[in-house]
């Protein structure tokens, strides 16, 4: 097997061991379908590609073009869409592979990246509210609101971010398999934080079912 740019982490997903008395909660990463879905958006670029070239394709029959200069032009038209998908799908299982979402009993520490392999730690006291939103496959998103203390950049945390947040950042947990642990979990481990940390008597995070309101990331 090969060596892949996450075999020098000491735990998977974070970038050093944890200090004595901070304990892993759960970890998490998107799926393949979530990421394809949701990110590149590639059932819609298909569907897209389809009728681009089926209207094409009825549009020069109708001039009188030749059946066989039409199946011509189908066949690489069909071969580019077809390449564009492939080259999406391939990015899509790239970057579901990189993300990994680690929640400690302190922190949330967000790593992705494929070229470029990256983490963002974000201290559970400065997460102030999670919204969570369930789909019809059964992955659901966790979007995140940070304190405003806590500066975030959207090209750091992309595509674990929401695109309808560009100030403030919102960091999103994008098609996790099991959404109802992981909200679970959060509102655990906030709850018992905020409850011995006295300079955070003020935050919350509330965790919202499916059918509440919560924009698309």
């Keep these: 097997m090969g060596m892949t740019e996450y075999e020098d982490e000491p ?11 901070e304990t892993m909660v759960w970890q998490g990463r998107p799926t393949v379908a979530a990421m394809a879905k949701r ?4 059932p819609h670029l298909a569907v897209y590609f389809g009728l681009l070239i089926a209207g094409h394709t009825i549009y020069r029959l109708m001039e009188g073009v030749s059946a066989a200069q039409v ?6 038209q069909a071969g580019l869409a077809a390449t564009v ?3 999406l799908l391939w ?30 730690n974000i201290p559970i006291e400065q997460i102030t509210a999670a919204d969570l939103r369930v789909y019809r496959d059964g992955t659901g998103d966790i979007l995140l609101k940070a304190s405003a203390d806590r500066k975030l950049y959207w090209v750091l945390l992309w595509p674990n971010v929401s695109a309808w947040y560009s100030r403030p950042v919102r960091p999103l947990l994008r098609g996790v398999p099991d959404p109802e642990s992981a909200a679970e979990a959060f509102a655990a481990v906030a709850s018992q934080h905020y409850r011995v940390t006295t300079e955070s008597t003020t935050a919350r995070m509330a965790v919202h079912a499916a059918g509440e309101p919560l924009p698309a990331g």
């Design 11 to 21: 735990v998977e997903g974070l970038p050093e061991h944890l200090p004595e008395g």
């Design 39 to 42: 990110v590149f958006y590639i």
């Design 71 to 76: 199946m011509g032009t189908f066949v690489w």
């Design 85 to 87: 998908v492939l080259l």
């Design 91 to 120: 990015l899509a299982r790239a970057y579901a592979r990189s993300v990994l979402y680690t929640l400690t009993s302190e922190r949330l520490v967000i790593r992705s990246g494929v070229a470029l392999p990256m983490m963002v």
